[in-house]
């Protein structure tokens, strides 16, 4: 059973909207494959902030563990893959897999200071608060708290996983189609900021 790979991490009987850490608006029934072939349907979304697979039933939130038992977790007709222990998504299967690892940053805003100022000295306790009183797993974090959702890509080429937050760093994934690689982002202007591009430039380069 599904339960026996998960660990209980916070509940809510709430359901907010504003949710910016999670990567979904809501929990949405998804499927988790086990690599034994044994498929578990159950309400699924995404934790940006604590990067983990979340799991609810009844308002009580769990977190997919033992990620080693796991072969895929689909939502919404999305791929979710377990690779060296966090979950990615994969966003292109070709013979170069790319792969999105989904984040969160929180900030505090700070307390106020003198001169109409303020202190953000709390601001690098922000995230172990949340954590501790449980509030990472809620849908709707306390409105103080500014959350800044980010994606870092892996691309998987040749057999050897290769983490990338730049189109310089790509590019030297791919010195050894180089020409290929200036010619296509020139002419189409791949950004790292727009997956689609980027998605298709990977495609592209798999072609050659």
Sequence with gaps: MILSLLVSVASSQEQNLGITHYLFPEFTKGVVLMKTGLKNETLLNFNSLT???????????????????????????????????RILELILHSPYDLYADHKCKVKD????????????????????????????????????????????????KDGKLSKFTSMNQLS?????????????????????????????????????
Excluded: C
């Design 51 to 85: 990067e983990e697979m979340i799991f609810e039933d009844k308002g009580v939130k769990l977190a997919l563990d033992q990620l080693n038992q796991v072969d895929t977790v689909y939502i919404g007709g999305r791929k979710f893959i377990p690779v060296n222990g």
């Design 109 to 156: 805003p700070g307390t106020p200071s003198g001169y109409g100022g303020t202190s953000q000295t709390a601001a690098t306790t922000t995230y172990s608060m949340i954590l501790s009183k449980g509030q990472a797993y809620e849908l709707k974090l306390p409105e103080a708290i500014e959350t800044n959702p980010y994606v870092e890509y892996w691309l998987k």
């Design 172 to 208: 030297k994934i791919f010195e050894d189609k180089s020409v290929e690689y200036k010619k296509y982002t020139k002419e189409h202007r791949v950004s790292y900021n727009k997956q689609q591009s980027l998605i298709d430039l990977i495609r592209f380069l798999s072609s050659k």
